[in-house]
Nanobody
Framework: QVQLVESGGGLVQAGGSLRLSCAAS????????MGWFRQAPGKERDFVAA????????YYADSVKGRFAISRDNAKNTVYLQMNSLKPEDTAIYYC????????????????????WGQGTQVTVSS
């Protein structure tokens, strides 16, 4: 089991920034690729960003590319999502997720492929 706890959400004006954190406990954090997803009311849970277990590779949804940055600190068992130039359409609950690393398989972009999930943190961007 891996337990994930997100933090750092809140209310911010358009153009502002937030940094989300996701603290992991349980099994070896370094064995997992990590992803961030978001879900707005009435919509599906969408991929935002992912980072490989060794932090070498990162992946982004087109909608956030150039504005968001995913990173991780395996010594602190934490993954981050730096969000800049926020827009009202970024408003959603943001979830982090863990995917057990498999050789030659990049971090997935689909929610169902992730093994563990946090409870989410609300991000609201006002116009």
């Amino acid at each position: 089991q891996v337990q994930l706890v997100e933090s750092g959400g809140g209310l911010v004006q358009a153009g502002g920034s937030l940094r989300l954190s996701c603290a992991a406990s349980g099994r070896t954090f370094g064995n997992y690729n990590m992803g961030w997803f978001r879900q707005a009311p009435g919509k599906e849970r969408d991929f935002v960003a992912a980072i490989s277990w060794n932090a070498i590779s990162t992946y982004y949804a087109d909608s956030v590319k150039g504005r968001f940055a995913i990173s991780r600190d395996n010594a602190k068992n934490t993954v981050y999502l730096q969000m800049n130039s926020l827009k009202p359409e970024d408003t959603a609950i943001y979830y982090c997720a863990a995917d057990l690393w498999r050789f030659g398989v990049p971090p997935p972009r689909t929610a169902y492929e992730y093994d563990y999930w946090g409870q989410g943190t609300q991000v609201t961007v006002s116009s």
